[in-house]
């Protein structure tokens, strides 16, 4: 007889989850518990990752500081103190329970290179095959805004992602997500399930701890980028970590029970309570009549995000979320459509380009009406061209839809001089020809739904 499924768990934990927001103590009963529940996770067979923030706050402590600088250096220097001290704890813990554990340390340019970004799936691979719990966090020691991930939730995204994990755990201080804010609403219902994150509607009020940098709409960010890479992503309260195992165990009858079963709502917490006509349904997995009908169980107050049936994985996800887009090259909806056939990224569908950037650079692909020739003549001052670059003339109209992301053969000057010509007239306006696309159809990544998961802009975080 077969045993349970092996499954690869991701467990984020923020900084209010890792140290007193007041004394920046360690919460060692908290991480004790993690620990335990990490260790139990990874006995039954499963693999752990454990994505951690609170080098900062550690570090406050062990310098007696009794709140965050703004001095950038100043917070490097404390991330530097904070991160060794922060693992040594972890390996303690660990180490009680005979457990090896190994660390991380990323920054956004980690991945933006490929073999890297290869590099880093392959250790995580080989670690887990080891039996080892990675313990990953950003280096804030190096990092500075343009090569941040901005947040740990977003971190532990790219992380689930890159492992293909099968769940993503947000621990935070709530249950889980309401429509109102709990604190001040006694009648907020909790949300349980989320399908189309395009269509939640929850308070996300909270912004996070002093220490910290992410808040629930960080985490919201987060499941939008788990979720498209086909990660069951969940927001649970950390103050009790034996739930992971519950909400695991829960989710899995889900889905080897019959569609006929309806899953039990969530028990809520005290003070509140779950809505009972909350109803999941779950796809049949095999032929019902096979099936045996048992009682689906009860599992802790959480809200779970769908993962996307068709998920963006590997070379693609990294295409759309591990590299920093350095301009936006707008195109018509011609090539738009010959892209999904497959097709390469001609000059010829090329309307506008933005932005500074180099060859093998990445950008955004926003598709945008086209506004014709006879219109643009009658419209500008200057209606000739020169040396191909139409100056001060708005080219399109509308508002424009991101579509996806690209790497580019051609830099931002030489792809306004070829826009909109035939491949064949490259060398005529260049000189040189490097490639007749302006984007090879391997090096373009589309968001696959309209609700589709967004990098956070890195002049917002």
């Not at 039954?44 to 900062?56: C, E, P, R, Y």
């Not at 220490?211 to 498209?228: E, F, H, P, Y």
Request: hydrophobic share 40%; charged share 20%; aromatic share 4%.
């Amino acid at each position: 007889m077969k045993g349970p499924k092996s499954l690869t768990i991701v467990i984020k934990l923020g900084t209010s989850s890792i140290v007193d927001e007041k004394t920046h103590e360690p919460l060692i009963d908290i991480l004790s518990l993690i620990v335990k529940t990490a260790v139990k996770l990874h006995k039954d067979g499963h693999k752990v990752i454990i994505v951690s923030s609170g080098a900062i706050g550690v570090g406050l402590r062990r310098m007696d500081l009794e709140k965050r600088p703004k001095y950038l250096p100043r917070i490097q220097a404390l991330a530097a103190i904070g991160q060794c001290r922060l693992i040594s704890l972890w390996d303690s813990l660990f180490g009680h329970l005979r457990q090896p554990i190994a660390q991380i340390l990323l920054t956004r340019n980690d991945i933006a290179d490929r073999t890297q970004y290869l590099n880093a799936q392959n250790t995580f691979a080989e670690l887990l095959e080891m039996g080892v719990i990675p313990i990953v966090n950003e280096n804030d020691t190096i990092a500075v805004t343009e090569i941040k991930f901005g947040d740990n939730d977003t971190l532990s995204a790219i992380t689930a992602a890159m492992v293909h994990a099968d769940y993503l755990f947000l621990m935070t201080d709530v249950d889980c997500l309401y429509d109102k804010n709990p604190r001040s609403h006694p009648d907020a219902k909790a949300i349980e399930v989320v399908e189309d994150i395009s269509m939640l509607e929850a308070d996300v009020s909270s912004a996070g701890s002093a220490l910290g940098t992410g808040g629930m709409s960080t985490k919201i960010v987060a499941a939008r980028l788990a979720t498209s890479a086909g990660v069951t992503t969940i927001i649970t309260r950390s103050s009790n970590p034996g739930n992971i195992a519950n909400i695991v165990t829960y989710i899995q009858s889900l889905k080897s029970s019959p569609q006929s079963v309806t899953s039990q709502p969530c028990s809520p917490p005290s003070g509140h309570t779950s809505p009972a006509t909350t109803l999941v349904n779950e796809p049949l997995s095999r032929p019902t009549a096979s099936l045996k009908l048992e009682p689906v169980p009860i599992a802790p107050l959480h809200t779970r995000f769908i993962p996307s049936p068709q998920p963006i994985r590997d070379r693609y996800f990294w295409l759309l979320h591990g590299l920093a887009p350095h301009g936006t090259v707008y195109i018509d909806a011609g090539a738009h459509r010959a892209l999904e056939n497959k097709a390469g990224l001609l000059p010829v569908g090329v309307v506008d380009v933005e932005g500074t950037f180099a060859q093998q650079e990445a950008v955004r692909l926003v598709v945008v009406d086209r506004i014709p020739r006879s219109t643009l003549s009658a419209r500008s001052s200057t209606p000739t061209p020169v040396n191909g670059i139409n100056h001060g003339v708005k080219l399109w109209e509308g508002p424009g839809m991101e579509v996806g992301r690209a790497l580019v053969n051609y830099s931002a000057i030489e792809i306004m001089r070829i826009k909109g010509v035939r491949s064949s007239e490259i060398e005529g306006l260049l000189g040189y020809a490097e490639s007749e696309y302006v984007a090879l159809r391997e090096n373009i990544s589309f968001f696959k739904r309209e609700s589709r998961p967004v990098t956070p802009s890195l002049e917002l975080l």
